[in-house]
Each structure stands twice: as C-alpha cells, then as structure tokens.
Nanobody, 117 residues
Framework: QVQLVQSGGGSVQAGGSLRLSCTASGRTFSINVFGWYRQAPGKQRELVATMSSGGTPRYADSVQGRFTISRNNARDKVFLEMNNLKPADTAVYYC???????????WGEGTLVTVSS
C-alpha cells in the first residue's frame, strides 16, 4: 500500500502563486503515475496534472502554462507549482498515485486552495 500526506495550499489573490506538496510512504517503488486532481464545490473531481514513471507531464487545458507538476529523484514526493491563479482554480486539491500491477489508486487527504478576485 501507499500512504500520501499533502501540504501547502491556502488562500491567495488572483494572479498569485501557491505550491502543493505530497509525500508518499509505503510501497513507493510500485508507484507508476503521480497526479493532482481537484474538486470545486458542486462539481466532479477533475484531473489537473499527471506525471508518468518516465517523467512525462500531462495537464488539463485549463491549467496548461500556469501549473507545473514535478517530483523528486527518490520518486516519493510530488509537487504542484501553481502560478497566475484564478478564482476558477478554487477547489480542494488531491494528490493521487497509481501503484502496483493493477494501477491501484491512492489518494491524499485533500487541501483547500482558495483564490479571491
């Protein structure tokens, strides 16, 4: 199993920046994909960014060019750098990994990001 602990987030004005971190423990060697998702009030959870085991990032169109996903060399931490934040980015952000031969999903506890206009 993999455990995920998130940090970062908070409140910022539009145009500002925030950085989210997620630390994995347990069977981290089995992680195939790192990702960040978000869920705004009254909406479904949506993909924000992912990074494959090979290091290839993928972004939602809504954050392309503003957000950057990265991970450390030990592949047990993943980060989300968020720049030029907009009120539409307000949501609870969740760290996610897919691990093991069956791609089992593991989730962080979520952290609230609030962007005011």
């Amino acid at each position: 199993q993999v455990q995920l602990v998130q940090s970062g987030g908070g409140s910022v004005q539009a145009g500002g920046s925030l950085r989210l971190s997620c630390t994995a423990s347990g069977r981290t060697f089995s992680i195939n994909v790192f990702g960040w998702y978000r869920q705004a009030p009254g909406k479904q959870r949506e993909l924000v960014a992912t990074m494959s085991s090979g290091g290839t990032p993928r972004y939602a169109d809504s954050v392309q060019g503003r957000f950057t996903i990265s991970r450390n060399n030990a592949r047990d931490k993943v980060f989300l750098e968020m720049n030029n934040l907009k009120p539409a980015d307000t949501a609870v952000y969740y760290c996610n990994v897919e691990a093991g031969p069956y791609g089992t999903d593991y989730w962080g506890e979520g952290t609230l990001v609030t962007v005011s206009s």
